[in-house]
Nanobody, 116 residues
């Protein structure tokens, strides 16, 4: 059974940093690209970042480019999102996502609140 468990969210002041983690199990983690997707209160899903299976290729939404860094540790089956220079508009539930041959898998998400 595919499982994705996010952690690391919390309350942070504007300009602060957080690192999110996503622990994966039930599939060969090193074989699949992974993504982070977020949902702000009252809004739809927004793709944030993606990384290929080997970790050598990454992409970012314009809204987070230069502030967020996606990475992965295939030995630990874990995906990360380092978030710096956080803004109030980054407040959202952050989900990790894995797509396996057209089937999307999601974690339950971790809440990030950016507020003074």
């Amino acid at each position: 059974e595919v499982q994705l468990v996010e952690s690391g969210g919390g309350l942070v002041q504007p300009g602060g940093s957080l690192r999110l983690s996503c622990a994966a199990s039930g599939f060969t983690f090193s074989s699949y690209a992974m993504s982070w997707v977020r949902q702000a209160p009252g809004k739809g899903l927004e793709w944030v970042s993606a990384i290929n299976s080997g970790g050598g290729s990454t992409s970012y939404a314009d809204s987070v480019k230069g502030r967020f860094t996606i990475s992965r540790d295939n030995a630990k089956n874990t995906l990360y999102l380092q978030m710096n220079s956080l803004k109030p508009e980054d407040t959202a539930v952050y989900y990790c996502n894995s797509n396996h041959w057209g089937m999307d898998y999601w974690g339950k998400g971790t809440l990030v609140t950016v507020s003074s």
